[in-house]
């Protein structure tokens, strides 16, 4: 059923403890991902059969491979944790598809490896359906990430804290498929072992699965970390253009791969707030929206501080290495954070009335940032706002001023927008509307479909797995999921669950 490679396992001794997951008691599909297993070449028929629960709850192992915890370091809201490494998950494998190129396949909640330290090694069905349904709806606004394969009830409860009091929860596996696991944490670990030659091995086997290009480079290694900063970069830009909060960047939550990876306490802002912090671990706003671009650099210069010693013998040299390649990180940021917003709003064509033969990428960011300010004084939904200027482009205002305290406030800065919209409105506006999202996984319901389908009840998860994954396609019975919280509710997302 499963073809599966094991080069990680083979090539990365070290790097990880041998293990099997943790049989469970009653193991049966709760969702699984037609989609991403027709586009893998899986057999879909085979996956839904008993056999098939069976490999995605971790009761068969994959034949011919040997499954593995890895292992790996952490920064952990700042504070270095030397051996973290897979508590609670297990690579099986890797699916190689006719090119050759490799996607990991991975459990999460397959029971304690070496590496759990006071964890039960299990995962709760909310939370990893929240990952399914998040990782998918990331995955359709065109952001890079790991995706879920498969959540599959153990048939066993596990004692979770939910409102305060520690409970019985339903059990769960989940099975995501990542272009990697290689973290920044990886090399983390790989340089405190001070192993020399596996901290280099590590390194071509990053470059031959994330980078190929980079093995002829004059510094192999600095060009992977080269090539980490751009996706990176590129990665968080997107984040932030769609109001998409993490909640815990830690350095082994950051991709080698330049993919978003374990949905825990992330979440989607409502009102434009740079500030908005959603985690309840989250104590400091460390992780909150405006700080994820600082963070992402935080993190990317520890990565670099592992792999000194590969950049050059002489540390004074690598660390000048380092800093050139890390200086650049502005840069790819805004260039990345400003290409997404001009799209949204309309300004992707060039701006109107500006020097044709001008590629200044900056064109139009003060008219973005004041769009912002402005959001951020009014208390303006981010989503909504974004989403309501192809109605102004196509001449009615009223969807988006609508949405301002002050709406003179919006008419003056719109009139200065539309000076630089392009002639063609019709198209530009359609454009818009195929990058700016009606629909989002919003917080509060999210947790009122996967509340619901904890207690079996489907259908309104299917319904919003439905829009949030055509989120640029509006459909009408879907009005409440464009709506921010009411009010009164103070959203606190959990994670570790
Ligand atoms: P995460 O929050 O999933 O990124 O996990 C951070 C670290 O805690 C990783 O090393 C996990 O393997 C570990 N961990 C989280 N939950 C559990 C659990 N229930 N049992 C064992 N380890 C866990
Ligand atoms: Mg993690």
Redesign the pocket.
């Known amino acids: 059923m499963f073809a599966l490679d094991d080069s990680f396992a083979r090539e990365l001794v070290g790097l990880h403890q041998p293990w099997r997951a943790e049989p469970v008691a009653d193991p049966s599909l709760v969702i699984l991902n037609e989609e991403l297993a027709s586009e893998l070449g899986l057999d879909v028929e085979g996956l839904r059969s008993p056999a098939g629960d069976s490999i995605l709850a971790g009761n068969d192992a994959p034949a011919g491979v040997t499954t593995v915890a890895q292992a790996y370091s952490g920064q952990l809201f700042g504070g270095y944790s030397p051996r ?6 297990l690579l099986l494998g890797e699916i190689v598809d006719d090119e050759g190129s490799r996607l990991d396949l991975h459990l999460k909640g397959s029971g ?1 490896t070496p ?3 006071g ?5 709760a069905l909310g939370p990893m359906l929240r990952e399914y349904v998040i990782g998918e709806a990331m995955h359709a606004l065109g952001i890079r990430t790991t995706r879920a394969l498969a959540v599959a009830a153990t048939g066993e409860t596990i004692l979770r804290e939910v409102d305060g009091r520690v409970t019985d929860v339903p059990g769960a596996v989940l099975a995501r498929v990542a272009s990697s696991h290689l973290r920044v944490g990886t090399f983390q670990f790989a340089s405190a072992t001070g192993d020399r030659e596996l901290h280099g091995r590590l390194t071509g086997y990053a470059i031959a699965r994330h980078t190929p290009d980079a093995a002829g480079a004059d510094n192999p290694a600095l060009a992977l970390f080269d090539h980490v900063v751009d996706v990176q970069a590129s990665l968080v830009a997107r984040w932030m253009a769609v109001g998409f909060i993490h909640g ?1 960047m ?1 350095t ?2 950051t991709t080698i791969s330049g993919e978003t990876i ?1 949905y ?1 306490p992330c979440a989607f802002m409502d009102a434009y707030d740079p500030t908005t912090v959603f985690s309840s671990i989250d104590h400091g706003g460390r992780y909150a929206y405006g700080n994820q671009p600082a963070i992402i650099t935080w993190n990317l210069a520890r990565l670099a501080e592992a792999m000194l010693p590969l950049f050059d013998d002489d540390t004074d040299a690598a660390v000048e290495s380092a800093s050139g390649v890390l200086q650049t990180f502005p840069e790819r940021f805004q260039s990345a954070w400003s290409a997404a917003m001009r799209a949204k709003l309309g300004l992707d064509a060039g701006v109107a009335g500006g020097d044709p033969s001008s590629s200044d990428p900056s064109n139009g960011d003060d008219v973005i940032g004041d769009l912002l300010a402005l959001m951020g004084e009014q208390r303006v939904d981010y989503t909504m706002c974004l989403r309501a200027l192809s109605s102004v482009v196509r001449g009615d205002a009223e969807p988006a001023r609508s949405l301002f305290t002050e709406p003179e406030a919006f008419d003056a800065w719109a009139a200065r927008w539309l000076a630089l919209v392009g002639e063609d409105r019709s198209a530009i506006a359609d454009r818009m509307d195929r990058v700016n999202p009606i629909y989002i996984p919003r917080n509060h319901i999210v947790e009122e479909v996967l509340t619901a389908a904890s207690w079996g009840d489907h259908d309104a998860l299917d319904d919003f797995l439905d829009a949030v994954t055509h989120p640029f396609e509006q459909r009408p019975g879907r009005e409440r999921y464009a709506q921010p919280a009411p009010d009164a509710v103070d959203y606190r997302t959990f ?2 669950t």
């Open positions: 973290l490494g897979d508590g609670r998950a304690r590496f759990a330290r964890g039960d090694g299990r995962a815990v830690n082994d939550n374990d825990g994670c570790g």
